[in-house]
């Protein structure tokens, strides 16, 4: 079964941190761009960060410098680590592989995992 499949997310408080995994089954990701997704209740669905299949990165401005996306091509898994979590960053995150950044053609995409900060 081709898919992606989050992980990682939950509960922390303010200024407390998470890592995300994107993970692949049934396909490689060496030569797809991954981005991650995020939407909050009431909100539109919106780009938080970019990889490119070549190590490229891009990220919203409201989530520049806090949050690192990364990728294992051994793993065949994407990562974003999230630092100093604000509540309004709390959402549903979504990975989605495509075939690069910006594209807007997005051949995969995760079921998406619940982050939720609060105190």
């Known amino acids: 079964q081709l898919q992606l499949v989050e992980s990682g997310g939950g509960l922390v408080q303010p200024g407390g941190s998470l890592r995300l995994s994107c993970a692949a089954s049934?396909?490689?990701?060496?030569?797809?761009?991954i981005g991650w997704f995020r939407q909050a209740p009431g909100k539109e669905r919106e780009g938080v960060s970019c990889?490119?299949?070549?190590?490229?990165?891009n990220y919203a401005g409201s989530v520049k410098g806090r949050f690192t996306i990364s990728r294992d091509n051994a793993k065949n898994t994407v990562y974003l680590q999230m630092n100093s979590l604000k509540p309004e960053d709390t959402a549903v995150y979504y990975c989605?592989?495509?075939?690069?950044?910006?594209?807007?053609?997005?051949?995969?995409w995760g079921q998406g995992i619940q982050v939720t900060v609060s105190s």
């Open positions: 990889i490119s299949d070549g190590g490229s990165t």
């Open positions: 049934g396909f490689t990701l060496d030569y797809y761009a």
């Open positions: 989605a592989a495509e075939t690069h950044c910006g594209s807007m053609w997005y051949d995969y």
